[in-house]
């Protein structure tokens, strides 16, 4: 089964399929007998299968190039996050690989402490990627490549309903309901109604989080239900575009004319404007209250070394050659194949790529709204918790102030388990 980097924002895990470890490819990017007085140090570098056409060649080309040891490159199809979990209590793991890396990994000294190469460059990185990455003041995985979610706008249509796209909650409650008719609706948050793919952003809307910087629970705020009581309503005014031959993550509801409004991601942005042309801008999630914010969440792999190499100190170089010194391959991997952003802030502002349009408000947004949409700290047992509960509120009506509640006191008790 192939994935695109967009997983990274689902809330669900990086693949689905089945096989704790499944067959893969492999690539050493040259021959066995290291010639020209190369290293003959091997590696093991870990990819997850991505759907993005020419993504795998890219990486074994970076990894031929390396001169300072011998990188054989594996694509893993199959449940990526299973097999690496359980190939790093072996021998026979990576020593490298793509990966959170998870608290599991963290706290379990499976992972090795890279805090020493991002020396001198670590503010270059985008916060909202990195942040998930520390544990205890020590960085544990060194960002990839930035993925994103948006809302995209039709101009006519708002034009045409004399509509501004809307800056706070309460405007975007208000343009659904006004460019909703019997052949378009207003807005379209996933198939749904937004359960699954908001996920935190209307509680960072609202100036909250899921987890403070202390460790401690972050939405337990009465702005949270006022926040989601909001997104109820648009699932009750029947303003949601809801049944859509394709969810979220594709624009062809957007592109078709189904909807004026989509939240997707930016990987969707080439596609819409060959389609589209310079009708559609796209905005961060509207602030909600006095003390909300724009909200853009991001999510990154971390390129991570596992404790049980035998070479750790080569992996280490490796991971620093190849993700922190390498920009010109960063900013390849990034926008070569599929359409992403680099995690260093400066190469998003030099590519390209990402200078006019759509693209560079994009990458404004992400440096300005941007917060990890999976936090170190937030568990599988607390995400379950609070997207049952979403799910409740939106589709069923349920209260948000006693659901909520009830999710605040299995998040206490969660995070009260792993900072212990």
Same mark, same amino acid.
Not at 3 to 14: C, F, K, N, Y
């Given at each position: 089964?192939?994935?695109?980097? /967009?997983?990274? #924002?689902?809330?669900? %895990?990086?693949?689905?399929?089945?096989?704790?470890?499944?067959?893969?490819? $492999? +690539?050493?990017?040259?021959?066995?007998?290291?010639?020209?007085?190369?290293?003959?140090?091997?590696?093991?570098?870990?990819?997850?299968?991505?759907?993005?056409?020419?993504?795998?060649?890219?990486?074994?080309?970076?990894?031929?190039?390396?001169?300072?040891?011998?990188? $054989?490159?594996?694509? /893993?199809?199959?449940?990526?996050?299973?097999?690496?979990?359980?190939?790093?209590?072996?021998?026979?793991? &990576?020593?490298?690989?793509?990966? %959170?890396?998870?608290?599991?990994?963290?706290?379990?000294?499976?992972?090795?402490?890279?805090?020493?190469? #991002?020396?001198?460059? =670590?503010?270059?990185?985008?916060?909202?990627?990195?942040?998930?990455?520390?544990?205890?003041?020590?960085?544990?995985?060194?960002?990839?490549?930035?993925?994103?979610?948006?809302?995209?706008?039709?101009k006519s249509m708002l034009a045409d309903k004399n509509i501004r796209p809307p800056?706070?909650?309460?405007?975007?409650?208000?343009?659904?309901?006004?460019?909703?008719?019997?052949?378009?609706?207003?807005?379209?948050? %996933?198939?749904?109604?937004?359960?699954?793919?908001?996920?935190?952003? &209307?509680?960072?809307?609202?100036? #909250?989080?899921?987890?403070?910087?202390?460790?401690?629970?972050?939405?337990?705020?009465?702005?949270?239900?006022?926040?989601?009581?909001?997104?109820?309503?648009?699932?009750?005014?029947?303003?949601?575009?809801?049944?859509?031959?394709?969810?979220? $993550? @594709?624009?062809?509801?957007?592109?078709?004319?189904?909807?004026?409004?989509?939240?997707?991601?930016?990987?969707?942005?080439?596609?819409?404007? =060959?389609?589209?042309?310079?009708?559609?801008?796209?905005?961060?999630?509207?602030?909600?209250g006095t003390s909300g914010a724009p909200a853009v969440p991001v999510g990154s792999?971390?390129?991570?070394? $596992?404790?049980?190499?035998?070479?750790?100190?080569?992996? =280490?170089?490796?991971?620093?050659?190849?993700?922190?010194?390498? !920009?010109?391959?960063? !900013? @390849?991997?990034?926008?070569?194949?599929?359409?992403?952003?680099?995690?260093?802030?400066?190469?998003?502002?030099?590519?390209?790529?990402?200078?006019? %349009?759509?693209?560079?408000?994009?990458?404004?947004?992400?440096?300005?709204?941007?917060?990890? +949409?999976?936090?170190?700290?937030?568990?599988?047992?607390?995400?379950?918790?609070?997207?049952?509960?979403?799910?409740?509120?939106?589709?069923?009506?349920?209260?948000?102030?006693?659901?909520? /509640?009830?999710?605040?006191?299995?998040?206490?008790?969660?995070?009260?388990?792993? !900072?212990?």
């Amino acid at each position: 089964m192939t994935v695109s980097r /967009r997983t990274l #924002l689902a809330g669900a %895990g990086v693949a689905a399929g089945s096989g704790l470890l499944a067959a893969c490819g $492999s +690539d050493t990017g040259r021959s066995d007998d290291s010639s020209g007085g190369k290293s003959s140090v091997k590696l093991q570098q870990w990819y997850h299968q991505y759907g993005e056409q020419g993504t795998e060649a890219a990486v074994k080309r970076y990894a031929a190039s390396y001169e300072k040891a011998n990188i $054989s490159v594996q694509w /893993r199809p199959g449940n990526y996050d299973q097999q690496v979990a359980a190939a790093l209590l072996t021998d026979s793991g &990576p020593d490298v690989f793509e990966g %959170g890396p998870n608290l599991n990994m963290i706290q379990g000294g499976q992972v090795v402490d890279v805090t020493e190469l #991002l020396d001198g460059v =670590k503010d270059d990185f985008n916060p909202g990627v990195l942040e998930p990455k520390i544990y205890r003041d020590k960085i544990w995985g060194v960002p990839q490549v930035i993925d994103m979610q948006l809302l995209f706008y039709r101009k006519s249509m708002l034009a045409d309903k004399n509509i501004r796209p809307p800056e706070t909650l309460d405007e975007l409650l208000d343009a659904a309901q006004a460019l909703t008719s019997d052949k378009v609706k207003g807005l379209f948050l %996933g198939n749904d109604g937004g359960a699954a793919v908001l996920n935190g952003t &209307p509680l960072h809307a609202a100036g #909250l989080t899921f987890v403070t910087k202390d460790g401690k629970v972050g939405f337990d705020d009465p702005a949270a239900a006022r926040a989601l009581g909001k997104i109820r309503q648009l699932y009750a005014k029947d303003t949601l575009l809801l049944g859509a031959p394709a969810d979220w $993550s @594709d624009p062809s509801a957007f592109i078709q004319g189904l909807t004026a409004m989509q939240w997707s991601g930016l990987w969707a942005i080439p596609q819409v404007q =060959k389609e589209l042309g310079d009708d559609f801008g796209v905005l961060p999630f509207p602030k909600d209250g006095t003390s909300g914010a724009p909200a853009v969440p991001v999510g990154s792999y971390g390129s991570a070394v $596992s404790a049980r190499s035998k070479h750790k100190d080569v992996a =280490k170089a490796f991971v620093k050659w190849l993700w922190v010194d390498n !920009t010109a391959d960063q !900013t @390849d991997f990034a926008l070569s194949y599929g359409f992403h952003i680099p995690a260093r802030i400066s190469l998003a502002k030099k590519a390209d790529k990402l200078k006019k %349009g759509a693209a560079a408000d994009a990458v404004r947004y992400a440096t300005d709204h941007g917060f990890p +949409d999976a936090p170190l700290l937030w568990t599988d047992a607390s995400r379950s918790a609070y997207q049952d509960s979403l799910s409740r509120i939106i589709k069923d009506g349920a209260n948000p102030d006693s659901e909520l /509640r009830g999710v605040v006191r299995k998040v206490n008790a969660e995070l009260a388990r792993v !900072t212990k």
